[in-house]
């Protein structure tokens, strides 16, 4: 039977068709560590998403909210360790930290009807240059 399987190699993203037998998904450990990161920033983005939620409520911390985000934010911990083994401390707290803000400023506009600044739009747009300076240069 033939599978489609996506490539990454030196940065470049390709597909090829293989059987099961013989096919290998070669994707490079640090390219893993870059998605984890994201994929634990959309998680703290949903647990933020649910402790916002419960802050609304009379008693926050006796609410379901706020059990569901602190669970959410405790999963991430096992995944970390991988991440930190494959990437720099400063390239996962830029990753990770830019792709919060711009996750959470979305979830804050959209759903929350908040409104930015022109300040906070500037920074944010220097939050992402420096992501790409980062990326660029490390």
Not at 72 to 99: N, Q
Request: glycine letters at 8%.
């Amino acid at each position: 039977m033939a599978y489609f399987f996506l490539v990454w190699r030196r940065g470049a993203c390709s597909f090829r068709v293989g059987d099961e037998a013989n096919s290998k998904l070669t994707m490079g450990a640090r390219t893993i560590a870059v998605l984890v990161t994201i994929v634990f920033s959309v998680i703290g983005v949903l647990g933020d998403y649910f402790l916002k939620l419960a802050s609304a409520r009379e008693q926050p911390l006796r609410t379901g909210w706020f059990y569901l985000g602190f669970v959410l934010y405790a999963s991430t911990a096992f995944g970390w360790v991988f991440v930190m083994k494959h990437l720099k401390l400063a390239t996962i707290s830029v990753l990770y930290s830019v792709s919060l803000v711009l996750l959470l400023t979305a979830i804050g506009v959209v759903l929350f009807r908040e409104s930015l600044n022109y300040f906070e739009v500037i920074g944010i747009v220097l939050a992402v240059l420096s992501l790409v300076l980062l990326i660029r240069f490390a």
